[in-house]
């Protein structure tokens, strides 16, 4: 049992507002074939929400009428979800870019047989969790096992033309910090990421992307039991740095939960802060379709910090990258 987080509070975070929507990031379902120990989501191989295919219709409908040319698939494992290829072939022919957050293993589980061809098929962006360059740390954090899977779904996107120069096809990677600390910089920490994984294993990538854990859902709860929540939170707080405000993803992103539910980001869905509308806290993917959202007030709270603080983190990586 997961030990009870603190309530989210705002604890002087400064007030954003939104600017162009111009991401739409849609949680395909919890249900995910690994249990990773800094997942905000909490997701596993037990859990059994995932988008209806109502719910994948009108996330379709809403990329038909909207300018939004950007599509942002998560999870859990978004592959898992039954309607996944479905909603990947619509958007592409909506002339949308797709976005994979692929955790790389579900290349090889039952069930996924020509996925990788799929994806570069249909030029899907790949961002991929590897948080170490070293199997002893990847296999703590994500399960035994996990690095070498991981690298020979990376050795198998290669062969399909990922990470290669002018193919068309990228595959991004994403760096967690082990524990309760800051990423250090993205741009050589990804030098040496390139080395290492060049030199040992004799594969590529084009993009790393650090991303600090935030301090909810199973990340969250592990700094608790260990009796450093508070000391996370102050260090967060702390290196706070007021030019990233205008850089964080909440301003130009909205995330959709697997019921259809908007928020101003995945975080904020996790906590179920949802994003408001005239007043109205309930609101659907299709309440949008035909709506502005530039100036609308964007819920924080004191997790957005994780955002703020350092080099900055978002689904891009580093803000100041």
């Avoid at 909207?66 to 990947?88: C, I, K, M, Y």
């Avoid at 967690?176 to 990423?183: A, E, F, R, W």
């Avoid at 290492?196 to 991303?211: D, S």
Wanted: net charge neutral; glycine share 10%.
């Amino acid at each position: 049992m997961h030990a009870t987080l603190p309530l989210m509070r705002r604890y002087g975070f400064p007030a954003l507002r939104r600017t162009r929507l111009e991401t739409l990031q849609v949680n395909l379902g919890y249900r995910c074939n690994q249990s990773c120990l800094h997942c905000h989501v909490n997701a596993g191989p037990k859990r059994t929400e995932t988008m209806s295919r109502e719910t994948v219709t009108d996330v379709i409908a809403f990329l038909g009428v909207s300018a939004v040319r950007r599509l942002d698939l998560t999870g859990g494992a978004p592959e898992l979800n039954p309607h996944f290829r479905e909603l990947v072939l619509r958007a592409r022919e909506l002339g949308v870019h797709v976005v994979d957050r692929c955790n790389l293993t579900i290349l090889e589980e039952p069930g996924q047989e020509g996925l990788a061809e799929f994806l570069a098929h249909q030029q899907v962006e790949i961002i991929a969790s590897l948080p170490c360059y070293l199997e002893e740390n990847v296999d703590r954090q994500r399960g035994q096992g996990v690095f070498e899977r991981s690298l020979r779904g990376i050795a198998r996107l290669n062969a399909l033309g990922y990470g290669a120069e002018g193919s068309g096809l990228e595959l991004n990677l994403v760096y967690n910090p082990q524990g309760p600390s800051l990423p250090p910089a993205q741009e050589g920490l990804e030098s040496e990421y390139k080395r290492v994984l060049a030199e040992c294993h004799g594969i590529r990538f084009n993009r790393l992307y650090t991303l600090a854990n935030m301090p909810i859902q199973r990340f969250g709860s592990t700094l608790v039991s260990k009796g450093r929540f508070d000391e996370y939170m102050a260090l967060l707080k702390g290196a706070h740095r007021e030019e990233n405000l205008g850089a964080v993803m909440c301003r130009s992103l909205i995330s959709v939960d697997w019921q259809g539910r908007v928020y101003d980001c995945d975080f904020n869905q996790m906590l179920g802060l949802p994003l408001a509308v005239e007043g109205s806290v309930d609101v659907r993917l299709s309440d949008l379709i035909g709506r502005d959202l530039g100036g609308n007030p964007i819920a924080v709270r004191d997790h957005c910090y994780g955002c703020t603080a350092g080099q900055g983190s978002s689904c891009g990586g580093a803000l100041d990258a």
